[in-house]
């Protein structure tokens, strides 16, 4: 089906519908697509997995909805079994990525005026960021390409190069309240954070007394091989901005916050209709019950390495196509040289039924479902191996 015009014409999308899913595979009625993109590292474990059906259908007969003025016994639940796996003591739940990070800024904002020092309301963002679609989320990662025509920005942040600890030095002010940087950017072309950098950010915050923000909405919830990318990372955070893959399809985001960082969000400074609803609940203990059982994660790190090092060999096979192979864990990306298009290689991909999603400099991201296994990977890697020679030749 084409796309239908009464559509706000604000995507580029691919010429291609699915009428189901299961595992790692979409299908447009017979033909079977092998999804290496995962709804851009959302379906985490596949598509219709037979546990997160069964608790969305359970709960579906059960209850949907009731508002925040009630206790929510599955919101309760999914809050303690969230924080007990992370850093957080507190956790707030939305339905988008765009939204965690706005709850993220307001209680950056919020630690410091409850403290009587408001005028520290700054945020130091960095170069090639991306926060969503909001004018909070465009203000912050403040790339042209996503602000040009909606000015004016949110004031309130301090972009600098990405990667750069004396650009993050120079940027600090009386009025700096804290630091959000997603650990992998992945909308820029999946581009790790090394440690080293993270650490000093870490060590800046502290040092300053500022709030340091996590964006891992992609890189987090399983898909480098730990819970969150900060466990890989051995930084830990005040802020964690949640969403994508905790809900594996239903549209759910959190925030996740540290006791010293979220006690002054309190009744009336924020909130949300649907944010938690019974549904969502559901859905994300289900998910997070297969996350954080057994051998899962190291799964991830397992297919993650297997698929790094197999792409690596393509790269040598094709060197006038790919130029780097980057990322860790199962988000990783295909650097493709200058002369072809991201775009066109995706498109050949699909003709040769193989999902895979553009990103920012030029990148084919793969973010497969973490359910993988090495045959899907040996399918995967057979598959770009006939596209690029359909292309050499
Ligand atoms: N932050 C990051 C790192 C993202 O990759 C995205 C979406 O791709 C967002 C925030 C925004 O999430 P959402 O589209 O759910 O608002």
Redesign the pocket.
């Known amino acids: 089906m084409t796309t239908s015009l009464s559509l706000l014409p604000i995507h580029n999308r691919f010429d291609i519908s699915f009428s189901h899913g299961k595992g790692v595979y979409l299908y447009n009625k017979n033909e079977e697509y092998l999804d290496f993109g995962a709804g ?1 590292a959302v379906n985490a474990l596949g598509h219709c997995h037979p546990k997160i059906v069964e608790a969305l259908t359970a709960q579906a007969n059960k209850l949907w909805h009731v508002s925040n003025v009630y206790n929510v016994n599955e919101l309760n639940n999914f809050a303690e079994k969230l924080t007990a796996a992370t850093f957080a003591d507190y956790v707030f739940f939305c339905n ?4 965690s ?1 706005e709850c993220a800024v307001k209680t950056m904002r919020r630690y410091f005026y409850s403290k009587n020092q408001p005028h520290k309301n700054r945020v130091i963002t960095f170069s090639g960021a ?4 909001t004018i909070t ?1 465009i203000s912050a990662a403040a790339k042209k390409k996503y602000t040009e025509g909606f000015e004016p920005l949110l004031d309130g942040f301090d972009n600098v190069e990405f990667g750069n600890i004396e650009a993050v030095k120079n940027a600090i002010s009386d009025n700096t309240a804290g630091i959000l940087i ?1 650990p992998i950017q ?2 820029e072309g999946i581009r790790p954070c090394s440690k080293e950098f993270l650490q000093q950010l870490r060590d800046i915050c502290d040092q300053h007394g500022l709030l340091l923000g996590f ?1 891992e ?3 987090g919830y399983g898909r480098i091989g730990h819970l969150y990318a900060y466990q890989y990372y051995g930084v830990i955070p005040d802020v964690i ?1 949640t ?2 893959a905790i809900g594996n399809g239903f549209p759910l ?1 959190a925030c996740l916050i540290k006791k010293e960082a979220g006690q002054y969000m309190t009744a009336g400074t924020h909130g949300t209709t649907y944010g938690g609803n019974p549904l969502a609940m559901a859905v994300a203990n289900a998910v997070l019950d297969e996350i954080l059982g057994d051998n899962f994660l190291d799964n991830v790190k397992k297919m993650g390495a297997f698929l790094k090092s197999e792409l690596q060999n393509l790269q040598k096979q094709f060197p006038n196509i790919i130029s780097e192979v980057r990322g860790i864990g199962l988000m990783l990306g295909l650097k493709i040289n200058d002369k072809f298009l991201n775009t066109m290689i995706v498109q050949k991909f699909i003709d040769n039924h193989f999902l895979t999603i553009p990103a920012g400099e030029n990148v084919v991201r793969l973010l497969p479902p973490l359910i993988i296994e090495k045959k899907h990977i040996v399918e995967a890697i057979a598959k770009i191996e006939k596209t690029l020679k359909s292309i050499n030749s």
């Open positions: 851009i988008s990525g765009a939204e990070l991306f926060h969503g679609r989320a997603e992945g909308e964006d909405v992609q890189c901005a969403a994508k985001g």
